[in-house]
């Protein structure tokens, strides 16, 4: 099961999502993606965060743009994936998500965050 939002932000979340971070061509850690009033926060689940770390977050009014990256142009463990969620991020940065439903995952993205 997903860890659940961290105490620390003390933030209700408005929506949430099942997801994988891509955290390198070899490494996913899955878990879930939350957008609150204030950040976008991925929280690992239990074994991940023991084995990868803590989760990640950033504020939303740091995210450039959300998107989804066609099928087929990433590896992860060198097998071709599905359409990854990339989150654009001011810094020049780029995170990626893999979700059941990536178009969808946008749409709600875009209304949460940029509405």
Do not use: Y
Not at 48 to 73: H, L, M, N, Q, Y
Not at 89 to 101: G, H, K, P, R, T
């Amino acid at each position: 099961m997903a860890k659940k939002l961290p105490r620390t932000t003390w933030q209700r979340p408005l929506w949430s999502v099942l997801a994988n971070h891509r955290l390198s061509s070899m490494r996913v850690s899955n878990g879930k993606l939350f957008v609150t009033s204030d950040r976008l926060v991925f929280c690992p689940h239990r074994l991940d965060s023991a084995v990868f770390g803590g989760s990640w977050s950033v504020k939303r009014t740091d995210i450039r743009s959300v998107s989804v990256e066609p099928p087929g142009t990433t590896s992860i463990l060198g097998l071709s994936v599905r359409s990854l969620v990339d989150i654009e991020i001011s810094s020049d940065s780029m995170e990626q998500f893999l979700v059941f439903s990536p178009q969808m995952t946008i749409q709600r993205l875009k209304q949460e965050l940029f509405s």
